[in-house]
């Protein structure tokens, strides 16, 4: 039986225009974390976003920073790894709709799509420069440097 035979036989309410609709809260965290595979193992950027980012978080809590910088690190390491996710999103969408065809509109939704990652990752390296550079200048003073 395939999912679609399966869904159309179950008793959940069914969702116009979608094939396949998450039926548990359990599916839909399956979807999503079939999501973040797919960008990790596909998307370089996504990759160095995430190591990047655990990095900063693991030097913020060395650093023994308050917790309202880390709140805000956190928030903007987040922010650039959501920024890449809608960014892969969009393009699978882009190339979904004109697969293989030059068009002037998917290279504009590809590139302001490219842009807001780039602006998210110039942002966050100003906020982890602020917050993280001065103890960590405090830190390296402290061995006598
Ligand atoms: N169908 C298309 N029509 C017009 N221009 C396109 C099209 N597909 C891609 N482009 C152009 O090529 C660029 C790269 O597109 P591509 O799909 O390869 O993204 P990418 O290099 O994988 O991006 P990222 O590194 O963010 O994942 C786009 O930013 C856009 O300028």
């Known amino acids: 039986m395939t999912n679609r035979t399966a869904h159309s036989r179950s008793k959940q309410p069914t969702r116009q225009g979608s094939w396949l609709v998450a039926a548990t809260l359990l599916a839909s965290f399956s979807y999503a974390g079939s999501g973040l595979r797919y960008a990790f193992a596909t998307q370089r950027n996504f990759r160095i976003h995430v190591g990047v980012g655990l990095g900063v978080l693991g030097l913020a809590l060395w650093l023994q920073v308050s917790l309202t910088a880390l709140a805000i690190l956190m928030l903007t390491v987040g922010a650039v790894m959501v920024m890449e996710l809608v960014n892969t999103a969009i393009e699978a969408v882009v190339d979904l709709v004109v697969e293989q065809t030059y068009h002037d509109l998917a290279r504009i939704a590809k590139d302001c799509a ?32």
């Open 114 to 145: 490219a842009g807001a990652v780039l602006i998210s990752a110039l942002v966050s390296v100003g906020v982890g420069l602020s917050l993280l550079g001065p103890p960590l200048w405090e830190r390296v003073q402290s061995w006598g440097f």
